[in-house]
């Protein structure tokens, strides 16, 4: 299954929210989509989802078009939006079996499946609850058990850990870990970047409307950004270290961290390369030499300048 976002537009009037994306992502990998507020992915992710229409462009899941057969393509994707309903009269069970017979679900199948989705989503407990009684994380629960109700092979997610807490947020991860190991195609929305590096395949970075960069995270962590961060431990003399360093080219900054010291370096990985063969010309003993270059929040901030539109 294989999702391809092709040359998406959206306006809103004079304002452009998306030009011009495109990026693919297949079955089995979680896909992150990041960039600052206002950037566009909110609006990229309701045109996924079929809830808006793009000016010009178009998102295809395996060939079947969301502009040409949006309710085909509606039954392959699950949406979970950043925010659940707070209805009042309405219980975790009632709530899933609504969405269940919305979908064509009748009889015991629909009974079996609100079952075993509540059952994987961990809500069996408070099924009885309403939904304004939820915490945030339990509702985040729900509104993930709502988008797995038809068992799509997509799933669009906009800011699911917003506003969790630290054990909620594990819980979330392993969801996701375990949805990619049923072979689910996942995009994922957030601006937690440390957890999304950790359960990431590849992410997509926007910026007023527009790709910066995307690829699988080895990618774009090794694409020529402006400055990457380079951790080197010495075998002695740290402090002559610090102060060579300062005196070489592409070298922006040092800091001492113990032990050791923390490079920012501009330029390319080949730059980082000369950087080491001249602390070796000068007589340093280098133990460990280690660019930081798979940090996706440290990606995010060399390549995004932080305009809205």
């Known amino acids: 299954m294989q999702v391809n976002i092709i040359n998406l537009v959206k306006d809103f009037g004079a304002t452009r929210a998306v030009d011009d994306i495109s990026f693919t992502f297949s079955s089995g990998q979680i896909f992150g989509f990041v960039g600052p507020n206002g950037a566009g992915k909110t609006t990229t992710m309701k045109i996924l989802a079929t809830l808006d229409e793009p000016t010009s462009g178009d998102?295809?899941?395996d060939g079947v078009s969301l502009v040409e057969l949006p309710e085909t393509a509606r039954r392959l994707i699950g949406y979970m939006p950043d925010a659940l309903p707070s209805h009042r009269d309405i219980t975790v069970h009632e709530y899933l079996d609504f969405f269940a017979r919305a979908y064509g679900l009748v009889g015991k199948l629909r009974r079996q499946v609100v079952d075993s989705v509540e059952g994987f989503t961990n809500l069996t407990e408070i099924r009885e609850k309403t939904l304004h009684a939820l915490s945030k994380g339990m509702k985040q629960r729900v509104s993930l058990a709502r988008a797995?109700?038809?068992d799509p092979p997509v799933l669009v997610m906009d800011e699911?850990?917003?506003?969790?807490?630290?054990?909620?947020?594990?819980?979330l991860r392993e969801l996701l870990r375990a949805l990619s190991e049923?072979?689910?195609?996942?995009?994922?929305?957030?601006?937690?970047l440390s957890e999304l590096s950790e359960i990431c395949d590849g992410a997509v970075i926007i910026e007023q409307g527009k790709?910066?960069?995307?690829?699988?995270?080895?990618?774009?962590?090794?694409?020529?950004?402006?400055?990457?961060?380079?951790?080197?431990?010495?075998?002695?003399?740290?402090?002559?270290?610090?102060?060579?360093?300062?005196?070489m080219p592409h070298v922006?900054?040092?800091?001492?961290?113990?032990?050791e010291i923390e490079a920012k370096v501009t330029g390319s990985e080949e730059t980082c390369s000369v950087l080491l063969e001249n602390l070796v010309r000068e007589g340093f003993r280098i133990v460990e030499f280690?660019?930081?270059?798979?940090?996706?929040?440290?990606?995010?901030m060399?390549?995004?300048?932080?305009?809205v539109q």
């Open 59 to 61: 998102a295809t899941i």
């Open 290 to 300: 280690k660019p930081q270059g798979g940090d996706l929040e440290s990606v995010f």
């Open 252 to 259: 922006a900054a040092v800091n001492r961290l113990g032990n």
């Open 148 to 150: 797995l109700l038809h």
């Open 182 to 192: 049923q072979e689910k195609a996942i995009l994922i929305s957030s601006h937690i």
């Open 302 to 307: 060399n390549v995004t300048k932080g305009d």
């Open 160 to 171: 699911p850990a917003a506003g969790l807490d630290p054990r909620a947020r594990v819980e």
């Open 211 to 247: 790709i910066v960069t995307a690829g699988t995270l080895q990618e774009i962590a090794t694409s020529d950004v402006e400055q990457r961060t380079v951790l080197i431990r010495p075998l002695e003399r740290p402090d002559d270290l610090c102060k060579a360093m300062l005196l």
